[in-house]
């Protein structure tokens, strides 16, 4: 990705922490950008087009920071806490990508497509990783799509709810409601104690 395409993704992204997608228009998104309107059209088709491309950045950025959980070896209860810990801090930062296209998706056929895409890709990654915890014993028997897909649209919403737009929410307290409910809800109780036994040791340490 070039500078100028960079800057044009980040001046759609300053334009959606206030407004909805409806109200973008090629004009000001380029006076935004502090660059020509002619100069959008070497790197976008349309504004569905730039949509798309803010979708799919997210996308892989969310993916990165879910590798601890999705792919890595070791305890699952800590990989998911660094996994929740990524997931936060992406959508602190790119919360208006969200928020924009999920607004605008049931209206918009493009974007629906797109939206409902993004979504299922995250579906089909979590409920392989249940089904694999499951195969060794880690979350008890249960058909695995279902409550994946519940999770990631608890997700969604909560994320949108919060960081969607300016005053953005409280982090920690997103990143607490999060674990509490995927831990809970996959390994049990026991570990839900544990993790959260280990969260109030690192807060007192951190306070030291």
Same mark, same amino acid.
């Given at each position: 990705?070039?500078?100028?395409?960079?800057?044009?993704?980040? /001046?759609?992204?300053?334009? *959606?922490?206030?407004?909805?997608?409806?109200? *973008?228009?090629?004009?000001?998104?380029?006076?935004? #950008?502090?660059?020509?309107? +002619?100069?959008? %059209?070497?790197?976008?088709?349309?504004?569905?087009?730039?949509?798309?491309?803010?979708? @799919?950045?997210? $996308?892989?950025?969310?993916?990165? =920071?879910? !590798?601890?959980?999705?792919?890595?070896?070791?305890?699952?209860?800590?990989?998911?806490?660094?996994?929740?810990?990524?997931?936060? @801090?992406?959508?602190?930062? $790119?919360?208006?990508?969200?928020?924009?296209?999920?607004? /605008?998706?049931?209206?918009?056929?493009?974007?629906?497509?797109?939206?409902? &895409?993004?979504?299922?890709?995250? &579906?089909? #990654? /979590?409920? $392989?990783?249940?089904? $694999?915890?499951?195969? =060794?014993? *880690?979350?008890k028997p249960f058909d695995a799509r279902p409550v994946a897909i519940a999770l990631n649209r608890m997700d969604a919403f909560l994320l949108i709810h919060h960081f969607g737009r300016r005053p953005r929410g409280?982090?920690? +307290? =997103?990143?607490? !409601?999060?674990? @509490? =409910?995927?831990? +809970?809800?996959? %390994?049990g109780d026991k570990a839900l104690a544990k993790s959260l036994s280990r969260s109030k040791n690192s807060t007192r340490v951190k306070k030291k």
């Amino acid at each position: 990705m070039c500078i100028r395409d960079r800057s044009i993704l980040d /001046a759609a992204l300053k334009f *959606l922490w206030t407004h909805p997608f409806r109200d *973008l228009t090629v004009g000001e998104l380029m006076s935004l #950008a502090g660059t020509s309107r +002619s100069a959008f %059209y070497q790197y976008f088709e349309d504004l569905h087009d730039l949509m798309e491309a803010l979708l @799919r950045g997210m $996308q892989e950025d969310i993916f990165a =920071v879910a !590798a601890p959980w999705l792919q890595g070896e070791g305890d699952p209860i800590s990989l998911l806490e660094e996994t929740v810990d990524g997931l936060v @801090r992406v959508c602190y930062q $790119q919360g208006p990508t969200v928020r924009a296209v999920s607004d /605008a998706a049931p209206m918009d056929g493009r974007l629906e497509k797109a939206w409902t &895409d993004f979504l299922k890709d995250f &579906d089909d #990654a /979590a409920t $392989q990783r249940i089904e $694999q915890h499951q195969a =060794v014993g *880690l979350i008890k028997p249960f058909d695995a799509r279902p409550v994946a897909i519940a999770l990631n649209r608890m997700d969604a919403f909560l994320l949108i709810h919060h960081f969607g737009r300016r005053p953005r929410g409280n982090r920690e +307290s =997103v990143r607490d !409601a999060i674990l @509490r =409910v995927w831990i +809970s809800t996959l %390994y049990g109780d026991k570990a839900l104690a544990k993790s959260l036994s280990r969260s109030k040791n690192s807060t007192r340490v951190k306070k030291k």
